[in-house]
């Protein structure tokens, strides 16, 4: 089992702990994770420039169940830890034009940076979400500051997930990522994986706000 696979299994834990114990926020963690899932296809980009793990089924590279399984289970488990701060609505109606205008918005800002940016895969997507996040943010500060909370709680979850990683593959951040590349590592973890946690945290706490309508 490779430590990709490990880290995914971390997340699947606390996904289902989430789903279990907070039955009124089962729908926007469901949510959340389909939200994130469509981002699995960044995989096009990410390997072997940025880094390149071991996967499942090779057959399908560069895309990978791995990522699938992230994407699934960090996008549910960010939208319930910002639902606990924000209180977003359990009973409530999808705005879907909002939220393909995100994707659309997202992966626009994405493909820009992936042209013309110098920046690694990673952080093209974290830049690509964290305009959106100012954006938002300059739109109501008070409240969507407060996805600050959620940001670093997820970014924590991903040290530790990474770092128990470490206890059975000592050496698989070296092994995996191209540091050489990226920026320094801090507290073992590759500093664009704590970037994007940070910025997932926070913005996937907020989108609620915009994409969906409370229905009592």
Known sequence: ??????????????????FLFCPKTRKLQLLGSLLLLPFAVTDIWFRPSYWHPPLLIKAIEPFSIETALYCLTAGGIAATLGSLIFKNPDKFTIKWWRVLLFLVVSFGFYTIFQGFSTSSAMNNLNFSFLIIWLVLLSINFSLNVKSLIPATV??????????????????????????????????????EEIFFAGILGALWAILPKYLLKNIR
């Open 1 to 18: 089992m490779s430590a990709y696979l490990i880290g995914n299994i971390i997340f699947i834990i606390v996904w289902t702990v989430l």
């Open 154 to 191: 997820f970014a924590i979850l991903t040290i530790v997930a990474i770092n128990i990683g470490l206890l059975f593959y000592p050496n698989f951040v070296t092994q995996y990522w191209n540091l050489d590349k990226l920026w320094p590592t801090l507290l073992g973890t590759p500093t």
